[in-house]
């Protein structure tokens, strides 16, 4: 009877065993069921945006330096991974980045000896913004947060960021989609030929750049303070008013039916020239992997097209125009467009003639070609060469 009792009770220690290992490994189980739900959760609050498409630019502004001073922005570890941001914060901390961005990156810069500010001052091109930090990102998913607030940028703007592991300042536009990073930088080109940049477009700039830092839990800082960033757009735009010219050349038909489609097209090509999207052609000079547009052939009448696809187009006049301070070697240039000019008027049957429509005589065409090497000079004073990375992306 007692071996019978004893039987019973270690069964009963087994089978209460046997229950709580039971319910321990269901509990794990169900332990992990959350948490891998939570991971997709995770995984489906940070997936990867859809980029939005656009043509590539060729503007290069200055990647941000090593030594920039950061702003009172959150600590990384406080910062939780969020989309939304109050405006009253936005606003607190947009007031404490002006008030403590102060020192200047190293970067691209101009000098321009306006009566307007002292000759020794520099000018920079770019506002710019900093944002380090040691957790890795694709590209993808930093390019598209970009993306949804990039659009609303007027004035020429990239992203840049830090390649892991190869320790290098790329474009994001430019690299693969396999790309990851670990710093970023963003910057907005305080000024072109359109006019200098407006405190609405800097505040939308770091609006931008705080969503960032804070989607990323990451500082950030900014290159100057905005009163000083207003300023050096103001002297960049009266930069861009002083010496944005064209020089421009019309050839006008010499009676007759007009010039047609065709024969355009076979001698503007047969003169090195290339049609382009825009319906006009181009004459453009390549080096290496670098395109440098010399001058333009378009429609002297309507909106300038030259419609290739209609066999009966015809018009009665076409120009050619160059942009002087983004070309270099605008004297040299300029040369080449009056003999391209002038041979469209032997091929086609036409007459070089001034923008009042008068005969063009060589003494006015070195008046201008004069004119074009006084630009070409004064920009060389102010140490930013016609043509040069610094014109072509002001002009």
Known sequence: MIELQTALVIAGIVLFIIIVIISYDRYRLMRIKERESRLREIDAEWQEPMLVRREEVEDNPAVPGDDDHYVLSPEASEIEPSLSLDVDDFDRELRDAEDVALTPIHGTEIRVTEHVHAADESVQIDFVARIPGKNIIKRDTALGLYRQFEFDLKKPRRIFGFTHPSQVWADLERESETARFTHFGMTLQLADRHGPVTESDLNRFSQMVL???????????????????????????????KFDALA????????????????????????????????????????????????????????????????????????????????????????????????????????????????????????????????????????????????????
Do not use: W
Not at 225 to 236: C, G, P, V
Not at 270 to 299: C, H, I, P
């Open 211 to 241: 969503r960032f830092s804070e989607v990323f839990g990451r500082r950030f800082s900014f290159s100057t303070s905005f009163d000083e960033a207003l300023k050096q757009a103001a002297f960049l735009d009266e930069f861009c008013k």
């Open 248 to 395: 421009i050349l019309n050839v006008l038909t010499d009676g007759g039916r007009g010039f047609s489609g065709i024969d355009i097209d076979r001698h503007a090509q047969e003169l090195g020239m290339e049609f382009s999207g825009r319906n006009y052609y181009q004459k453009v000079r390549r080096s290496g992997v670098r395109t440098g547009r010399l001058y333009g052939l378009a429609n002297l009448f309507g909106n300038g097209e030259i419609e290739l696809e209609n066999e009966e187009f015809r018009t009665d006049g076409l120009t050619l125009f160059m942009n002087i301070p983004a070309t270099k070697r605008p004297v040299d240039t300029f040369r080449e467009m009056v003999t391209d000019a002038k041979s469209l008027c032997d091929r086609l049957g036409g007459k070089l003639v001034d923008q009042n429509r008068k005969p063009m005589s060589d003494r006015g065409l070195e008046q201008i070609s004069q004119q074009i090497r006084k630009i070409e000079l004064e920009m060389e004073q102010e140490h930013v060469p016609s043509g040069g990375d610094i014109a072509v992306r002001l002009f």
